[in-house]
């Protein structure tokens, strides 16, 4: 019998097996299809203080092995999250999720999480500062240390829960930024975000999605994310939840060995929803088959010797 369960921050979770925020919207849709509490968690989608439309259509453009989105924070708002979204998961999920929080300011990061610290169902406040979708928004907190590390420091100081950031890719170096929110007292990290992408329509020549550029994301990131992660966990002593182009068991175990301590899975949830439940029935196999007897002793593996 192998022992799939994780802890992130004192909290444990079955397995490490998550799916990814803006990929699996408040979760009640896929409990329609299979029972999502067999997942460790799942993160959200990105939640601000207001409702969002999202960007102008088309905001989808699909590519080999992946696909580019610009949905642009589309959500109804951290108050409608709490009265309309979080009670209607209440019901189908009795673990603690993961909420992914966006912002255009410090004042909204913490103004959201002031909020959703006081759901007892978040387990984690993950604070998505790198959003490539929205202008002035997320990203320039994403790809700056000091901003980075601002608004770690200001959502520390109204929660209690484990506040982890997700990182941007599209940095020169990722290990600066890393480095600067776990100084700043972050709990743990997430990464990565989607990569900066663009696709063009050869009949009209022109920019396939309306915001020109969006964030590229699939089976194709997943050597990009590991890369990054393995360099992360040898700058920081927090965890980190690595997300990038995972879609198979397999992909759960050599992100670990990069250095995660759990992981999120996001495209693939969109070519087949029930690709996480299918990863979690596969896991114990996996690790039968390369003789791994528990996931927590495989973390950073790929450092050791
Ligand atoms: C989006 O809503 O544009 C995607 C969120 C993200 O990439 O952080």
Redesign the pocket.
């Known amino acids: 019998m192998v022992d799939t369960k994780v802890t992130l921050s004192g909290i444990e979770f079955s397995n490490p097996v998550m799916a990814a925020s803006?990929t699996f919207g408040y979760g009640y849709e896929y409990a329609e299809l299979f029972d999502i509490n067999k997942m460790g968690s799942f993160s959200f989608k990105?939640t601000t203080l207001e409702a969002r439309f999202?960007n102008p259509t088309p905001r989808i453009a699909e590519c080999p092995e992946g696909m580019i989105?610009?949905?642009?924070?589309?959500n109804p708002g951290v108050e409608a999250v709490i009265n309309e979204e979080l009670p209607k998961l209440k019901k189908c999920f009795s673990k603690p999720v993961i909420a992914n929080i966006?912002g255009f300011s410090i004042d909204e990061y913490v103004a959201v999480a002031e909020k959703l610290d006081k759901e007892e169902q978040v387990g984690i406040l993950e604070i998505?500062i790198?959003?490539?979708?929205?202008h002035g928004g997320?990203l320039a907190f994403g790809t700056d240390k000091n901003m980075a590390a601002e608004v770690t420091k200001n959502v520390k100081a109204v929660t209690t829960k484990p506040v982890y950031i997700k990182l941007s890719p599209n940095v020169t170096d990722i290990v600066e930024i890393a480095r600067a929110v776990e100084d700043a007292g972050a709990d743990g990290i997430s990464m990565i975000?989607?990569l900066l992408g663009m696709r063009i329509n050869l009949k009209t020549k022109k920019p396939v999605i309306a915001n020109k550029m969006g964030?590229f994301s699939g089976n194709a990131i997943l050597p990009v994310a590991l890369r990054m992660v393995y360099q992360v966990y040898e700058a920081v002593n927090i965890p980190i939840i690595g997300i990038g182009g995972i879609s198979r068991a397999e992909d759960v175990i050599e992100m670990m060995l990069a250095g995660a301590s759990a992981v999120q899975i996001g495209a693939a949830n969109l070519i087949n929803p029930f690709v996480c439940s299918e990863i979690v029935d596969n896991l114990p196999k996996v690790m039968q088959k390369y003789d791994i007897q528990s996931l927590k002793d495989i973390i950073g593996g790929a450092h050791n010797g």
């Open positions: 803006g990105g999202g989105n610009s949905v642009g924070l589309q966006g998505n790198s959003c490539p979708n929205v997320g975000n989607t964030g």
